[in-house]
Protein backbone atom coordinates (compact mmCIF):
# COMPACT_ATOMS: atom_id res chain seq x y z
CA UNK A 1 0.00 0.00 0.00
CA UNK A 2 1.26 3.21 -0.93
CA UNK A 3 0.32 6.74 0.52
CA UNK A 4 3.29 8.72 -2.05
CA UNK A 5 2.37 11.71 -3.21
CA UNK A 6 -1.04 11.92 -0.97
CA UNK A 7 -2.31 14.30 0.77
CA UNK A 8 -3.68 14.42 4.48
CA UNK A 9 -6.06 17.34 4.60
CA UNK A 10 -9.06 15.91 6.79
CA UNK A 11 -8.87 12.38 8.47
CA UNK A 12 -11.56 10.83 6.20
CA UNK A 13 -8.20 10.66 3.30
CA UNK A 14 -6.56 8.09 5.21
CA UNK A 15 -9.00 4.43 5.22
CA UNK A 16 -8.79 2.56 8.62
CA UNK A 17 -6.22 0.59 7.30
CA UNK A 18 -3.93 3.24 6.40
CA UNK A 19 -3.71 4.66 9.45
CA UNK A 20 -3.11 1.05 11.22
CA UNK A 21 -0.55 0.59 8.67
CA UNK A 22 0.53 4.23 9.70
CA UNK A 23 0.65 3.27 13.44
CA UNK A 24 2.77 -0.12 12.89
CA UNK A 25 5.54 1.90 11.13
CA UNK A 26 5.34 4.31 13.79
CA UNK A 27 5.65 2.21 16.43
CA UNK A 28 8.88 0.54 14.30
CA UNK A 29 9.89 3.95 14.12
CA UNK A 30 9.80 4.77 17.90
CA UNK A 31 11.81 1.86 18.81
CA UNK A 32 14.52 1.96 15.94
CA UNK A 33 14.90 6.75 15.86
CA UNK A 34 17.89 6.50 15.07
CA UNK A 35 17.94 3.72 12.38
CA UNK A 36 15.81 6.16 10.23
CA UNK A 37 17.99 8.80 10.03
CA UNK A 38 19.04 9.19 5.77
CA UNK A 39 15.27 8.14 4.72
CA UNK A 40 14.61 11.10 3.61
CA UNK A 41 17.90 12.41 2.93
CA UNK A 42 17.97 15.45 0.31
CA UNK A 43 14.17 16.00 0.92
CA UNK A 44 12.62 19.79 1.79
CA UNK A 45 9.94 19.99 3.80
CA UNK A 46 8.20 23.69 4.27
CA UNK A 47 6.27 23.85 7.41
CA UNK A 48 3.68 26.99 6.76
CA UNK A 49 2.43 28.35 10.25
CA UNK A 50 -0.06 31.33 10.42
CA UNK A 51 -1.65 30.36 13.67
CA UNK A 52 0.64 29.91 17.29
CA UNK A 53 1.88 26.29 17.78
CA UNK A 54 4.42 24.57 19.89
CA UNK A 55 4.01 20.97 19.19
CA UNK A 56 2.60 20.42 15.93
CA UNK A 57 5.19 23.13 13.90
CA UNK A 58 8.23 21.44 16.09
CA UNK A 59 7.70 17.99 16.20
CA UNK A 60 6.77 17.84 12.45
CA UNK A 61 10.06 19.96 11.95
CA UNK A 62 11.75 17.27 14.39
CA UNK A 63 10.68 14.31 12.54
CA UNK A 64 11.90 15.50 9.35
CA UNK A 65 15.47 16.28 10.93
CA UNK A 66 15.38 12.68 12.06
CA UNK A 67 14.41 11.21 8.96
CA UNK A 68 17.48 13.16 7.35
CA UNK A 69 15.73 15.57 5.50
CA UNK A 70 15.27 19.63 6.21
CA UNK A 71 13.08 21.99 7.02
CA UNK A 72 12.48 25.62 5.61
CA UNK A 73 9.65 27.78 7.90
CA UNK A 74 7.49 30.52 8.49
CA UNK A 75 5.57 31.74 11.37
CA UNK A 76 4.35 34.50 10.20
CA UNK A 77 1.36 36.11 7.88
CA UNK A 78 3.40 39.78 8.45
CA UNK A 79 6.54 38.00 7.13
CA UNK A 80 5.02 36.48 3.89
CA UNK A 81 3.71 38.21 0.64
CA UNK A 82 0.54 36.97 2.15
CA UNK A 83 0.53 40.32 3.78
CA UNK A 84 0.87 41.88 0.66
CA UNK A 85 -2.42 40.16 -0.52
CA UNK A 86 -1.20 37.53 -2.48
CA UNK A 87 -3.56 34.14 -2.57
CA UNK A 88 -3.18 31.02 -0.62
CA UNK A 89 -3.09 29.29 -4.09
CA UNK A 90 0.03 31.65 -5.46
CA UNK A 91 1.95 30.89 -2.38
CA UNK A 92 1.21 27.23 -2.92
CA UNK A 93 2.42 26.90 -6.03
CA UNK A 94 5.55 29.13 -5.41
CA UNK A 95 5.94 26.76 -2.07
CA UNK A 96 5.21 23.69 -4.42
CA UNK A 97 8.18 24.55 -6.53
CA UNK A 98 11.10 25.26 -3.45
CA UNK A 99 10.26 22.03 -1.27
CA UNK A 100 9.03 18.35 -1.49
CA UNK A 101 6.30 18.53 1.21
CA UNK A 102 4.14 21.33 2.69
CA UNK A 103 2.77 21.37 6.53
CA UNK A 104 0.18 23.97 6.41
CA UNK A 105 -1.47 25.81 9.53
CA UNK A 106 -3.82 28.61 9.10
CA UNK A 107 -6.86 30.35 10.56
CA UNK A 108 -8.90 30.20 7.41
CA UNK A 109 -11.50 27.12 7.30
CA UNK A 110 -10.50 25.30 3.89
CA UNK A 111 -7.17 26.78 3.76
CA UNK A 112 -5.58 23.95 3.46
CA UNK A 113 -7.42 22.12 0.74
CA UNK A 114 -6.69 25.05 -1.91
CA UNK A 115 -2.66 24.52 -0.38
CA UNK A 116 -3.47 20.91 -1.43
CA UNK A 117 -5.13 21.61 -4.74
CA UNK A 118 -2.28 24.09 -5.93
CA UNK A 119 0.96 23.06 -4.76
CA UNK A 120 1.69 20.01 -6.42
CA UNK A 121 3.55 18.13 -3.80
CA UNK A 122 1.79 16.35 -0.95
CA UNK A 123 0.06 18.38 1.90
CA UNK A 124 -0.71 18.11 5.56
CA UNK A 125 -3.00 19.99 7.13
CA UNK A 126 -1.91 20.65 10.51
CA UNK A 127 -4.92 22.70 11.55
CA UNK A 128 -7.44 24.82 9.32
CA UNK A 129 -9.52 27.45 11.29
CA UNK A 130 -12.24 25.15 13.81
CA UNK A 131 -12.34 22.61 10.60
CA UNK A 132 -10.13 19.82 11.14
CA UNK A 133 -6.51 18.68 12.51
CA UNK A 134 -5.94 15.32 10.93
CA UNK A 135 -2.31 15.12 12.85
CA UNK A 136 -3.33 15.60 16.00
CA UNK A 137 -6.18 12.51 15.72
CA UNK A 138 -3.37 10.31 14.39
CA UNK A 139 -1.24 11.16 17.76
CA UNK A 140 -4.60 10.15 19.54
CA UNK A 141 -5.51 7.64 18.03
CA UNK A 142 -2.02 6.19 18.50
CA UNK A 143 -2.15 7.12 22.71
CA UNK A 144 -5.15 5.05 22.76
CA UNK A 145 -4.14 2.00 20.65
CA UNK A 146 -0.94 1.84 22.78
CA UNK A 147 -2.54 2.12 26.09
CA UNK A 148 -5.87 -0.29 24.85
CA UNK A 149 -4.19 -2.10 21.88
CA UNK A 150 -7.96 -1.03 20.33
CA UNK A 151 -10.16 1.09 19.78
CA UNK A 152 -13.14 -0.59 18.81
CA UNK A 153 -15.73 -0.93 21.23
CA UNK A 154 -14.56 1.68 23.82
CA UNK A 155 -15.60 4.65 25.12
CA UNK A 156 -13.97 8.10 24.73
CA UNK A 157 -15.61 11.32 26.04
CA UNK A 158 -14.95 14.70 24.65
CA UNK A 159 -15.11 17.17 26.95
CA UNK A 160 -14.95 21.41 26.91
CA UNK A 161 -14.86 23.63 23.31
CA UNK A 162 -16.70 20.65 20.92
CA UNK A 163 -18.03 23.20 18.66
CA UNK A 164 -14.48 25.30 18.10
CA UNK A 165 -12.24 22.41 18.52
CA UNK A 166 -10.51 21.25 15.19
CA UNK A 167 -8.84 18.50 17.23
CA UNK A 168 -12.79 17.36 18.41
CA UNK A 169 -14.32 17.49 15.06
CA UNK A 170 -11.19 15.45 13.51
CA UNK A 171 -11.15 12.66 15.93
CA UNK A 172 -14.90 11.99 15.89
CA UNK A 173 -15.09 11.39 12.55
CA UNK A 174 -12.10 8.72 12.95
CA UNK A 175 -13.41 7.05 16.48
CA UNK A 176 -17.00 6.43 14.44
CA UNK A 177 -15.07 4.91 11.74
CA UNK A 178 -12.91 2.49 14.32
CA UNK A 179 -16.58 1.34 15.94
CA UNK A 180 -15.83 3.40 19.10
CA UNK A 181 -18.69 5.52 21.11
CA UNK A 182 -18.55 8.79 22.53
CA UNK A 183 -19.72 11.15 24.85
CA UNK A 184 -20.40 14.53 24.29
CA UNK A 185 -19.44 16.80 27.26
CA UNK A 186 -19.42 20.34 26.21
CA UNK A 187 -19.19 23.51 28.11
CA UNK A 188 -22.00 25.82 28.13
CA UNK A 189 -23.00 26.70 24.52
CA UNK A 190 -19.93 24.76 23.24
CA UNK A 191 -21.86 21.80 21.91
CA UNK A 192 -20.67 20.17 18.97
CA UNK A 193 -21.88 22.56 15.67
CA UNK A 194 -24.87 21.49 13.68
CA UNK A 195 -22.98 20.11 10.68
CA UNK A 196 -20.96 18.00 12.24
CA UNK A 197 -23.77 16.37 14.38
CA UNK A 198 -25.54 15.71 11.13
CA UNK A 199 -22.48 13.79 9.57
CA UNK A 200 -22.21 11.96 12.32
CA UNK A 201 -25.80 10.81 12.07
CA UNK A 202 -26.34 10.28 8.47
CA UNK A 203 -22.83 8.91 7.78
CA UNK A 204 -22.16 6.68 10.38
CA UNK A 205 -24.19 3.51 11.37
CA UNK A 206 -24.60 4.31 15.67
CA UNK A 207 -27.36 6.25 16.72
CA UNK A 208 -26.44 9.38 18.42
CA UNK A 209 -28.94 10.69 20.79
CA UNK A 210 -28.94 14.29 22.60
CA UNK A 211 -29.58 13.62 26.40
CA UNK A 212 -29.09 16.82 27.78
CA UNK A 213 -32.85 16.80 28.72
CA UNK A 214 -32.67 13.51 30.90
CA UNK A 215 -32.52 13.56 35.13
CA UNK A 216 -29.37 12.30 35.95
CA UNK A 217 -28.92 12.82 39.15
CA UNK A 218 -26.69 15.29 40.97
CA UNK A 219 -23.23 13.61 39.93
CA UNK A 220 -24.22 13.95 36.37
CA UNK A 221 -23.23 18.21 37.31
CA UNK A 222 -19.76 17.09 37.27
CA UNK A 223 -19.89 15.13 34.20
CA UNK A 224 -22.50 16.67 32.19
CA UNK A 225 -23.11 14.26 29.45
CA UNK A 226 -25.22 16.52 26.62
CA UNK A 227 -25.35 13.88 23.90
CA UNK A 228 -23.96 10.00 23.05
CA UNK A 229 -23.00 8.14 19.81
CA UNK A 230 -23.21 4.64 20.65
CA UNK A 231 -21.44 2.29 17.90
CA UNK A 232 -23.33 -0.19 16.09
CA UNK A 233 -21.11 -2.92 17.34
CA UNK A 234 -23.06 -2.06 21.04
CA UNK A 235 -25.85 -4.05 21.44
CA UNK A 236 -27.74 -0.71 23.14
CA UNK A 237 -30.85 0.27 21.61
CA UNK A 238 -30.15 3.74 22.35
CA UNK A 239 -33.41 4.95 20.44
CA UNK A 240 -35.70 2.77 23.08
CA UNK A 241 -33.78 3.43 26.04
CA UNK A 242 -31.83 6.48 25.71
CA UNK A 243 -30.97 6.90 30.50
CA UNK A 244 -30.56 3.55 30.87
CA UNK A 245 -28.00 3.13 27.76
CA UNK A 246 -25.98 5.83 29.09
CA UNK A 247 -26.33 4.56 32.48
CA UNK A 248 -25.17 1.10 30.87
CA UNK A 249 -22.06 3.02 29.36
CA UNK A 250 -20.83 4.68 32.38
CA UNK A 251 -21.13 1.86 34.45
CA UNK A 252 -18.85 -0.45 32.08
CA UNK A 253 -16.31 3.31 32.97
CA UNK A 254 -15.09 5.84 30.46
CA UNK A 255 -12.19 4.47 28.66
CA UNK A 256 -10.78 8.10 27.38
CA UNK A 257 -11.40 11.88 28.83
CA UNK A 258 -10.23 13.79 26.10
CA UNK A 259 -10.04 17.18 27.53
CA UNK A 260 -10.01 20.47 25.45
CA UNK A 261 -9.62 24.01 26.01
CA UNK A 262 -12.47 26.99 25.47
CA UNK A 263 -10.68 27.79 21.80
CA UNK A 264 -11.28 31.63 22.46
CA UNK A 265 -9.48 33.00 19.50
CA UNK A 266 -12.17 31.53 17.69
CA UNK A 267 -15.14 33.43 19.15
CA UNK A 268 -16.25 36.72 19.98
CA UNK A 269 -14.67 38.45 22.98
CA UNK A 270 -17.12 37.80 25.84
CA UNK A 271 -17.97 40.52 28.02
CA UNK A 272 -19.26 38.43 30.43
CA UNK A 273 -16.36 37.91 33.02
CA UNK A 274 -17.59 35.20 34.50
CA UNK A 275 -18.26 32.99 31.46
CA UNK A 276 -14.38 31.68 31.93
CA UNK A 277 -15.04 30.38 35.60
CA UNK A 278 -17.88 28.38 33.90
CA UNK A 279 -16.07 26.17 31.82
CA UNK A 280 -16.27 23.30 32.99
CA UNK A 281 -12.38 21.69 34.75
CA UNK A 282 -11.35 18.08 35.22
CA UNK A 283 -9.46 17.66 38.58
CA UNK A 284 -8.62 15.39 41.19
CA UNK A 285 -12.73 15.44 42.43
CA UNK A 286 -13.90 14.60 38.94
CA UNK A 287 -11.85 11.14 38.46
CA UNK A 288 -12.73 10.58 41.95
CA UNK A 289 -15.76 8.61 40.18
CA UNK A 290 -16.16 5.56 39.45
CA UNK A 291 -16.19 5.54 35.84
CA UNK A 292 -12.99 7.10 35.44
CA UNK A 293 -11.05 4.26 37.87
CA UNK A 294 -9.11 3.16 34.87
CA UNK A 295 -9.75 6.16 32.63
CA UNK A 296 -6.72 7.57 30.05
CA UNK A 297 -6.89 11.18 30.85
CA UNK A 298 -6.14 13.26 27.22
CA UNK A 299 -5.51 16.62 26.16
CA UNK A 300 -4.24 18.06 22.77
CA UNK A 301 -2.67 20.89 24.71
CA UNK A 302 -1.73 23.46 25.35
CA UNK A 303 -4.16 23.28 28.36
CA UNK A 304 -4.80 26.36 30.56
CA UNK A 305 -7.46 26.21 32.95
CA UNK A 306 -9.80 23.09 32.12
CA UNK A 307 -7.28 20.32 33.39
CA UNK A 308 -5.76 20.72 36.81
CA UNK A 309 -1.87 20.38 37.30
CA UNK A 310 -3.20 18.35 40.39
CA UNK A 311 -3.16 15.42 38.34
CA UNK A 312 -0.28 15.43 36.42
CA UNK A 313 1.73 12.95 38.48
CA UNK A 314 -1.67 10.59 38.25
CA UNK A 315 -0.70 6.93 36.31
CA UNK A 316 -4.40 7.88 34.59
CA UNK A 317 -3.02 11.00 32.60
CA UNK A 318 -1.43 10.71 29.40
CA UNK A 319 -1.44 13.99 27.29
CA UNK A 320 2.46 14.10 27.97
CA UNK A 321 2.90 11.08 26.61
CA UNK A 322 0.33 11.60 23.88
CA UNK A 323 2.38 15.10 22.47
CA UNK A 324 5.55 13.04 22.52
CA UNK A 325 3.88 10.20 20.51
CA UNK A 326 3.67 13.45 17.96
CA UNK A 327 7.26 12.39 16.42
CA UNK A 328 7.33 8.79 15.63
CA UNK A 329 4.04 9.20 14.44
CA UNK A 330 4.67 12.23 12.10
CA UNK A 331 8.02 10.63 10.88
CA UNK A 332 5.49 7.78 9.71
CA UNK A 333 3.45 9.77 8.30
CA UNK A 334 6.10 12.14 6.25
CA UNK A 335 8.03 9.03 5.03
CA UNK A 336 4.75 7.66 3.77
CA UNK A 337 4.09 10.36 1.95
CA UNK A 338 7.39 10.86 0.22
CA UNK A 339 7.07 7.75 -0.88
CA UNK A 340 10.27 6.97 1.89
CA UNK A 341 8.37 3.81 2.88
CA UNK A 342 5.81 1.56 1.77
CA UNK A 343 3.55 -0.79 3.66
CA UNK A 344 1.38 -3.61 3.96
CA UNK A 345 -2.34 -2.89 5.04
CA UNK A 346 -3.41 -4.96 8.30
CA UNK A 347 -6.44 -6.67 8.16
CA UNK A 348 -7.41 -5.89 12.14
CA UNK A 349 -8.88 -2.51 11.30
CA UNK A 350 -11.46 -3.92 8.52
CA UNK A 351 -12.59 -0.75 6.06
CA UNK A 352 -15.89 1.55 6.85
CA UNK A 353 -17.41 2.84 4.36
CA UNK A 354 -17.40 6.46 5.51
CA UNK A 355 -16.67 8.07 1.97
CA UNK A 356 -20.27 8.83 1.03
CA UNK A 357 -20.94 10.01 -2.54
CA UNK A 358 -22.48 12.61 -3.10
CA UNK A 359 -23.44 15.34 -6.34
CA UNK A 360 -21.47 18.18 -6.50
CA UNK A 361 -23.13 21.41 -7.01
CA UNK A 362 -20.51 24.07 -8.87
CA UNK A 363 -22.97 25.91 -10.65
CA UNK A 364 -21.86 29.87 -10.36
CA UNK A 365 -24.93 31.94 -9.50
CA UNK A 366 -24.65 34.33 -5.48
CA UNK A 367 -25.23 31.18 -3.28
CA UNK A 368 -21.92 31.28 -1.06
CA UNK A 369 -21.04 29.37 1.98
CA UNK A 370 -22.47 30.23 5.02
CA UNK A 371 -19.11 30.58 7.02
CA UNK A 372 -17.96 33.80 7.08
CA UNK A 373 -14.64 32.18 8.05
CA UNK A 374 -14.40 29.86 5.10
CA UNK A 375 -11.31 30.41 2.70
CA UNK A 376 -14.30 30.77 -0.10
CA UNK A 377 -15.18 33.93 1.61
CA UNK A 378 -11.48 35.78 1.69
CA UNK A 379 -11.67 38.76 -0.92
CA UNK A 380 -8.04 37.47 -1.97
CA UNK A 381 -9.03 34.10 -2.33
CA UNK A 382 -12.83 34.87 -4.26
CA UNK A 383 -10.69 35.88 -7.40
CA UNK A 384 -10.29 32.01 -8.22
CA UNK A 385 -12.18 29.77 -5.91
CA UNK A 386 -15.60 29.21 -7.16
CA UNK A 387 -18.44 28.02 -4.05
CA UNK A 388 -18.69 24.28 -4.34
CA UNK A 389 -20.99 22.57 -2.40
CA UNK A 390 -21.95 18.45 -2.36
CA UNK A 391 -25.79 17.86 -2.47
CA UNK A 392 -26.30 15.87 0.68
CA UNK A 393 -29.91 16.20 1.03
CA UNK A 394 -33.26 17.34 -0.74
CA UNK A 395 -35.23 16.94 2.41
CA UNK A 396 -34.95 19.29 3.20
CA UNK A 397 -32.33 20.33 0.73
CA UNK A 398 -28.73 20.96 1.94
CA UNK A 399 -25.44 21.84 0.32
CA UNK A 400 -22.31 20.98 1.83
CA UNK A 401 -19.10 23.33 1.25
CA UNK A 402 -16.75 21.55 -0.10
CA UNK A 403 -13.70 23.76 1.95
CA UNK A 404 -15.28 23.80 5.41
CA UNK A 405 -18.10 21.41 5.07
CA UNK A 406 -20.79 23.62 6.59
CA UNK A 407 -24.07 23.54 5.52
CA UNK A 408 -26.38 25.42 3.46
CA UNK A 409 -29.92 25.10 3.10
CA UNK A 410 -31.27 27.36 0.13
CA UNK A 411 -34.81 28.95 0.08
CA UNK A 412 -35.24 28.92 -3.97
CA UNK A 413 -34.86 26.89 -6.67
CA UNK A 414 -34.52 26.05 -10.68
CA UNK A 415 -33.81 23.61 -12.88
CA UNK A 416 -31.91 24.44 -15.99
CA UNK A 417 -33.75 22.07 -18.06
CA UNK A 418 -36.86 23.62 -17.64
CA UNK A 419 -40.17 22.52 -19.35
CA UNK A 420 -39.80 22.32 -23.01
CA UNK A 421 -37.64 25.05 -22.78
CA UNK A 422 -39.90 27.82 -23.29
CA UNK A 423 -39.58 30.90 -21.82
CA UNK A 424 -42.84 30.74 -19.85
CA UNK A 425 -42.31 27.56 -17.96
CA UNK A 426 -38.76 28.61 -16.55
CA UNK A 427 -39.96 29.17 -13.17
CA UNK A 428 -38.20 29.44 -9.79
CA UNK A 429 -39.44 27.44 -7.06
CA UNK A 430 -39.33 27.47 -2.98
CA UNK A 431 -36.71 24.45 -2.23
CA UNK A 432 -39.51 23.46 0.12
CA UNK A 433 -42.16 23.04 -2.74
CA UNK A 434 -42.37 19.25 -4.36
CA UNK A 435 -40.50 20.44 -7.95
CA UNK A 436 -37.15 20.10 -5.82
CA UNK A 437 -37.20 16.87 -5.79
CA UNK A 438 -38.04 16.22 -9.49
CA UNK A 439 -34.85 18.20 -10.18
CA UNK A 440 -32.25 15.95 -11.61
CA UNK A 441 -28.65 17.36 -9.06
CA UNK A 442 -27.19 18.38 -12.89
CA UNK A 443 -29.82 20.32 -13.88
CA UNK A 444 -30.25 22.02 -9.95
CA UNK A 445 -29.98 25.90 -9.73
CA UNK A 446 -29.96 27.01 -6.48
CA UNK A 447 -30.66 31.16 -5.55
CA UNK A 448 -28.85 33.30 -2.70
CA UNK A 449 -31.98 35.35 -2.45
CA UNK A 450 -35.53 35.46 -4.32
CA UNK A 451 -34.17 38.69 -5.75
CA UNK A 452 -31.51 36.44 -7.57
CA UNK A 453 -34.03 33.84 -8.85
CA UNK A 454 -36.69 36.35 -10.04
CA UNK A 455 -33.74 37.88 -12.14
CA UNK A 456 -32.86 34.27 -13.28
CA UNK A 457 -36.55 33.87 -14.04
CA UNK A 458 -36.69 36.94 -16.15
CA UNK A 459 -33.50 36.08 -18.02
CA UNK A 460 -31.16 38.70 -16.51
CA UNK A 461 -29.78 36.26 -14.27
CA UNK A 462 -26.29 34.32 -14.79
CA UNK A 463 -26.35 30.95 -13.63
CA UNK A 464 -23.65 29.64 -15.30
CA UNK A 465 -22.54 25.89 -15.70
CA UNK A 466 -18.57 25.69 -14.53
C1 LIG B 1 -4.46 22.09 19.21
C2 LIG B 1 -4.76 22.99 18.02
O1 LIG B 1 -3.91 23.76 17.59
O2 LIG B 1 -5.89 22.91 17.55
N1 LIG B 1 -3.10 22.12 19.59
C3 LIG B 1 -2.25 21.21 19.03
O3 LIG B 1 -2.01 21.21 17.84
N2 LIG B 1 -1.74 20.27 19.82
C4 LIG B 1 -5.37 22.32 20.36
C5 LIG B 1 -5.51 23.72 20.90
O4 LIG B 1 -4.86 24.66 20.46
O5 LIG B 1 -6.31 23.87 21.82
Known sequence: ?????????????????????????????????????????????????????TRTR?????????????????????ATSLAKGESIADMAKVVGSYADIIVIRHP????????????GIPVINAGDGGHEHPTQTLCDLYTIRKERQTLKGLRIALWGDLKHGRT??????????????????????????????????????????????????PDRKLFPIDAMYI???SHHQLAMLPDISLNV????????????????????????????KKYPVVDKELLKGKEFEKTLVMHPLPRVDELAYEIDSDPRSKYFKQAAHGIPVRMALTAMLLGARVVSISSKYPSFAHKVEYPIY???????????????????????????????????????????????????????????????HKKYHSARSRWTKKIRPENLIVFASEDEARAWQSGNGACTKE
Not at 372 to 398: A, G, R
Open 108 to 119: WEGAAKVVADYA
Open 362 to 424: RRHSGVRCSNLNCVSNQETETKYIKPEFTIVSDEPLTLRCIYCQHELYPEYVASSDWHQGTLE
Open 168 to 217: IHSLIYALARLGASILFCPGSGLELPEHVMRRLNTEYRGELKKCGHLNHG
Open 1 to 53: MSLTNRDLVTIDDLSNEEMEALFCLADEMADSTDAQYGLCRGKIMATLFFEPS
Open 249 to 276: ELQAGVDALYVTRLQKERQAPTTDPQER
Open 58 to 78: LSFEAAMLRLGGSVISTVDVG
Open 231 to 233: TPT
